[in-house]
């Protein structure tokens, strides 16, 4: 007996019958692609979930960073009027001659532990005096004519303002100086 007959009818190349409901090689090959495409399509949606979840992980930690720097805001706006008080208390301390002296040491080492403590904490205090005029970081309450110092420029601060790590917490009030007038010729 021959186990492999290579002649007759047995030898045409074997071909899957159309009708015997196996699938086409061609339908086997579409299918393959449309899988393939699928596949891609799914990892291309993977890695934009993967950048995305990276993108919003890096945002949050900014966030978290940005809350924790400026957690202490409230605190340290409310700090600035103890801070205005030393101040003023110091100036008028300093008037009142050597019956005040020790009074105004203290004072001025509360004061210099008070602004110590905020510039650890970004705090930093804006006395402008003599700088431009910036309506970012100051507030203009006058304009005075004056010789003394440039126009546009502060010519004295009523009041300090400060920032938290560059963000303004108060503006400083300033007297702006303006070109004095000039008197019309008799």
């Not at 930093?124 to 005029?133: E, I, R, T, V, Y």
Request: charged share 25%; glycine share 6%; net charge negative.
């Amino acid at each position: 007996m021959n186990d492999h007959p290579h002649t007759g009818a047995d030898a045409a190349p074997e071909a899957a019958p159309q009708d015997s409901g196996e699938p086409s090689v061609a339908a086997l090959n579409a299918r393959i692609a449309e899988l393939e495409a699928e596949a891609k399509s799914a990892r291309d949606a993977q890695l934009r979930a993967l950048a995305e979840m990276e993108n919003t992980r890096r945002r949050l930690e900014r966030d978290a960073q940005t809350s924790l720097k400026f957690a202490n805001e409230k605190l340290i706006g409310d700090l600035l009027a103890v801070c205005d008080s030393l101040e003023l208390g110091l100036k008028a301390a300093a008037d009142a001659g050597e019956d005040g002296k020790a009074l105004v040491d203290g004072m001025q080492l509360t004061w210099r532990q008070m602004m110590s403590v905020l510039e650890k904490h970004g705090v930093k205090q804006l006395d402008p005096a003599g700088q431009p005029f910036n309506p970012d970081f100051h507030q203009a309450m006058t304009m005075v004519e004056s010789t003394e110092v440039a126009p546009n420029h502060v010519l004295s601060v009523m009041q300090k303002g400060y920032t938290l790590h560059e963000r303004l917490l108060r503006p400083a009030m300033v007297v702006v100086a303006k070109a004095p007038s000039v008197a019309p010729n008799p």
